[in-house]
């Protein structure tokens, strides 16, 4: 298995945003990390059928995709971590107020179906179009639309209402959320 | 590898459909939508980090061994 150094560095340049997609779906950085290198290391087995000069990185978020799946499928609980403290392990911190956003907007989004969360992410943040992201998770583009539309809406419903009503103990942080609503 | 377009995370947006048929939910307003989307990326931003170490290890060593050491679960 001798891969040759422009694909080795493609596939690493993939890891930082693959890693992303693993933290988002699975809530905790260490099974994010296993996974990661589970995918590597199915990639390189599989390497042979990787078509040079397709999208690498579509290719190795398809087998973690898969992989995650099938690990769900055994497990069956997802959300191991939903207090937040999954947050702590990040190298990078946020700041004090993107930091109560950040965990505001990982709830909600922890709360939405994973079909719709990784639609969401794919296409909102990992940079996939809709059709790569029906290739990623094997379904047809209108179907990743609905998803994302949903997941969407959903969301909005879950951070107004937070925002509003629900948004936990602290009425400082609250304060400042509300502030910074309103720029 | 001209085709590379999405190698790079962040390019999409995703932006409030103005003129969208069927409406999705009247409660949810634009500004509500275009928050998630920038929600979404600093979200995910937050996640990415620098390649870990352990990963250019682990590609490092696998391309120094023969072919045949694949972890079988």
Known sequence: MTISPSLRDTMLGAV????AFAISLCGNVDRADDLVQETLLRALANI???QPGTNMSAWLF??????????YRKRRREVE???GSYAET???QPEQTSRVEFEEFRTALAKLPSDQREALILVGASGFSYEEAAEICGCAV???????N????????LLSIESLNDFGPDHTMRAVLAGNDRP | MSDRKSDKPGPMDIRPTPTKRGKT???LGREIQSKIGQQLRSYYDGLLEPTPDRFVELLRELDKKPSGTESSE
Do not use: H, M, W, Y
Request: a positive charge; hydrophobic letters at 25%.
């Open chain 1, 16 to 19: 930082p945003s693959l890693r």
């Open chain 1, 48 to 50: 042979n059928s990787f």
């Open chain 1, 62 to 71: 398809t087998i973690l995709r898969n992989l995650f799946r099938s690990e």
């Open chain 1, 81 to 83: 971590d939903s207090d």
């Open chain 1, 90 to 92: 990040l190298k990078s």
């Open chain 1, 142 to 148: 209108g179907t990743i639309k609905s998803r994302v």
């Open chain 1, 150 to 157: 949903r997941a969407r809406t959903r969301l909005g419903q």
């Open chain 2, 25 to 27: 939910n009247p409660g």
